[in-house]
């Protein structure tokens, strides 16, 4: 059922105001979106790409769900809501019109004998910064033969290895497109193609900026980390699970998606630069990739992509409220699939309260952030 916008006034002539207005339509701002949808909302989607989200960073990416293998260099706060939001993948993905990819076989992490050192170092990590009960049954430490059988592509080029046997990945652009087409079935006023300025923003009863680095205009400290991929075809290898060879000067994961396409990554650079892929970035990404397995050179390289991930200085997401009509959700870095769900429903819970009067003020919406699971991504205004 439609619910009525207690900021709205519309004549019988005019076209109805929104409920809410989403800015951006990559992950976030399409998962917000088609989830308002879901409730009832009456929904406006703006976003200067196309339904395909093509040159957003959501195209790019990897689309990993591994949050244990995260809490080797993440605070534990982004672990606990990566594990959320991977239960909310299995629950949400179903719901959408069109099939996207999604497998639960775990991470294997594996690493040359030279460098078992980085094995101890990432061992300590994860187990200091995940919390206990994905600690249980999550770490499974394999030798030799369980090598084999866990991964037998590997088996015969690592004695040893570690399956994080609760995570996951999709298929990024297959979801981007699922989610494009559940917006239209959902008749959310899409509008493709189209940059709102600052000084004309749609009227709404309340406005989700998701635009990323598009809203560094709002957000002074944010600030764009890039990242470099290949996606090569690679018939043979056949590996089952994201892989993520350890080493101390390039370390590597490699995803693998269907028909024998594989995504391989690592570089994580401080600059916004833009520009193609770096030949020194190709060389390590690919030279990792064969050192990951031989085959991986006789792989045919069928895109190399770059973009800039949108980061806050602590490198946490952020919710945060002008304490009027605005949310800004940001700052989900590299590790957007991973958490974006739970960002999210805390997002769609907000905006319905504050549609709904139940949050009026800031003292209603630290009484509301102090009652969150997720105390940490509330803000007011902007972060510091």
Known sequence: MHRSNPYSETSCHATPTPDVVVLGGGLSGRLIAWRLARTGHHVALY???????????AWVAAAMLAPLAEAASAERFLVELGAASLERWAEWLPQ??????FQRNGTLIVWHAADRSE??????????????????????????????????????????????????????????LALASALDELRVDTHWHTCVREDAMPTAGLIIDCRG?????????????????????????????????????????????QDNHYVIGATEI???????????????????????????????????????????????????WDGALTLRVNGLYRHGYMIAPEIARET??????LLNTRVRDIDDFNTWRTDSRWPKLYHTAKPD
């Not at 959408?96 to 990819?101: I, S």
């Not at 690592?158 to 990024?172: M, P, S, V």
């Not at 018939?235 to 000067?249: D, E, K, N, Q, V």
């Open 96 to 101: 959408l019109p069109q099939p996207v990819f």
């Open 47 to 57: 976003e200067q790409g196309a339904p395909s989200g093509y040159y957003g960073a």
């Open 119 to 176: 094995w101890l170092l990432f061992e300590q990590r994860v187990r200091k910064n995940a919390p206990i009960t994905m600690l249980h049954d999550g770490i499974v430490v394999l030798h030799g033969a369980q090598v084999t059988r866990a991964e037998p592509t590997l088996g015969t080029r690592f004695h040893d290895a570690c399956l994080l046997a609760n995570e996951g990945q999709l298929d990024n652009r297959q979801l981007l």
């Open 270 to 320: 401080e600059s916004e630069d833009m520009s193609p892929v770096s030949v020194r970035s190709t060389l390590e990404l690919l030279s990792a990739a064969y050192s990951l397995h031989p085959a991986f050179g006789e792989a045919r390289i069928l895109e190399l992509n770059s973009h800039c991930r949108p980061t806050l200085p602590d490198h946490c997401p952020a919710l945060s």
């Open 213 to 257: 680095l598009g809203a560094k205009c709002a957000w002074s400290n944010l600030r764009g980390v890039r990242g470099e991929v290949a996606r090569v075809y690679a018939p043979g290898i056949s590996l089952s699970r994201p892989a993520r060879l350890l080493h101390p000067r390039y370390p590597l994961y490699v995803a693998p998606k």
């Open 348 to 353: 769609i819970a907000l905006a319905d309260a």
